[in-house]
């Protein structure tokens, strides 16, 4: 289905995750250094289900933390996750000094995400003539993640999850941008590879794309998804805009 596009649009707002930018390792929670400091035959000889259950465990502990304001703050909780994930796979044998030596290299490490190949060309491009977002769930050290890759200055605006005490699809996330970039809901598109967050952003009035990169949740919601265009890299938006 497709959706026809104000054309008074003056700018965009984008998700981070699996939009703009993926974990190096494939995994959100096991940073480039990872296996450095847990002994990679052990940890892959666990069963799936419990390694899981293991990250699980944690990450239920660092959603609890509504207000995670700067990197200092971002490493004390990490630091946590990691002791809970350790608690929960003795066989690992995990000592103090890995635990916070993979804190350090998840909070620190600014090579932890990797951008899209089409990203790195069209976001300069866009910014050209939109005011562009990141409406993120996430944490502070994103930022430095996008400052890293040269990224950061095309961004007018920069909204984090843990910054503001909640997640998307609470309006305050979006309506933050929308105050920052100085522009109505109308004047603004929203992408997000979450159907919900979407639908939040489609009640303030901006008009959404859900971004799905892998072919399979593609067609699925092409053929399922009656409420925004769907849509699978940003250059397909920057065709639609034109």
């Known amino acids: 289905m497709k959706f026809k596009v104000n054309n008074n649009i003056k700018a965009i707002l984008i998700d981070s995750g699996r939009v703009l930018n993926e974990p190096t390792t494939g995994h959100w929670f096991i940073p480039p250094n990872f296996f450095k400091y847990v002994d990679e035959k052990k940890f892959k000889a666990i069963n799936k289900k419990l390694r899981n259950n293991a990250f699980n465990r944690a990450s239920n502990y660092i ?10 703050e971002e490493f004390i909780h990490f630091l946590e996750y990691y ?20 804190t350090e290299d998840l909070v620190y490490n600014y090579n932890k995400y990797e951008f899209y190949k089409e990203v790195i060309d069209i976001i300069p491009e866009l910014c050209k003539k ?14 430095n993640v996008f400052k890293k890759s040269g990224l ?4 007018s605006s920069f909204i984090i999850s843990s910054v503001k005490g909640i997640t998307k699809p609470n309006e305050l996330m979006y309506k933050t941008a929308l105050s920052e970039l100085n522009v109505s809901p109308h004047e603004a598109i929203f992408i997000d590879d979450n159907i919900e967050n979407c639908d939040g952003a489609k009640k303030l009035g901006i008009q959404s794309f859900l971004l799905c990169r892998d072919w399979k949740s593609y067609f699925h919601n092409r053929i399922t998804c009656k409420s925004h265009d769907v849509i699978q890299n940003l250059n397909e938006i920057k065709k639609i805009l034109k």
Request: proline content about 4%; glycine content about 0%; charged content about 30%.
């Open 83 to 102: 002791k809970i994930f350790a608690n929960e796979l003795p066989q690992l044998k995990l000592r103090d000094d890995q635990i916070k030596a993979i």
């Open 152 to 155: 950061r200055d095309y961004f």
């Open 130 to 143: 939109y005011k562009l977002a990141v409406v993120s769930d996430s944490w502070p050290s994103l930022e």
């Open 63 to 72: 959603s609890q933390q509504k207000y995670i304001i700067n990197e200092e």
